[in-house]
T-cell receptor
């Protein structure tokens, strides 16, 4: 059975801290890994990673994939209260099979 | 926005009543999905569709049925609602390459 495990499940940090969120997976015939951010409503897309070792960046957020060790990390530097959200990791297998989601990491950034 | 609308946004119903949630898209995407989201469980796939009249079950399909008679509409029906089906329901469409775009969600309470 395909599985995606995120850690930690929740995290509280102070503004300005750097955080690392983890996602490990056991998915047959991996195609890509995606990160989403969910604030109060629907998840919104952050990154898609398909190749090992290539960092994706968007402002203070960055992510990298290790296909050998089957994990990805999402880094957020200089955190702000607006980064408070649930961060979801999902893995795609080929053939238009639905994404497999992890349970998410709830990040709370306090002033 | 990718043009996806869920209705209703909120619903309160009684145990044993049938409930239908609607997902409408304006961009002719082939793949559509229904997820439920509950604390501690993340996003779980209920059913998905890969075309008109083509649907398949997800991991938590018991107690739910779906229909897709037109490309733009994907309906989720709870045949006889139970309290365990109290949840937030998200519809999503596939933008290609594994990337999903989510609707704003329906908060369903079954009393």
């Amino acid at each position: 059975e395909d599985k995606v495990v995120q850690s930690p499940l929740s995290l509280v940090v102070h503004e300005g801290d750097t955080v690392t969120l983890n996602c490990s997976y056991e998915v047959t015939n991996f195609r890509s890994l995606l990160w989403y951010k969910q604030e109060k409503k629907a998840p919104t897309f952050l990154f898609m990673l398909t190749s090992s070792g290539i960092e994706k960046k968007s402002g203070r957020l960055s992510s990298i994939l290790d296909k050998k060790e089957l994990f990805s990390i999402l880094n957020i530097t200089a955190t702000q209260t607006g980064d408070s959200a649930v961060y979801l990791c999902a893995v795609e297998a080929p053939g238009n099979t639905p994404l497999v989601f992890g349970k998410g990491t709830r990040l709370s950034v306090i002033a | 926005d990718a043009g996806i609308t869920q209705s209703p946004r909120h619903k309160v119903t009684e145990t044993g009543t049938p409930v239908t949630l609607r997902c409408h898209q304006t961009e002719n995407h082939r793949y559509m999905y229904w997820y439920r989201q509950d604390p501690g469980h993340g996003l779980r796939l209920i059913h998905y569709s890969y075309g008109v009249k083509d649907t398949d079950k997800g991991e938590v399909s018991d107690g739910y049925s779906v229909s897709r008679s037109k490309t733009e509409d994907f309906l989720l029906t709870l045949e006889s609602a139970t309290s365990s089906q109290t949840s937030v329901y998200f519809c999503a469409i596939s933008m290609g390459g594994g990337k999903l775009f989510f609707g704003s969600g329906t908060q369903l309470s079954v009393l």
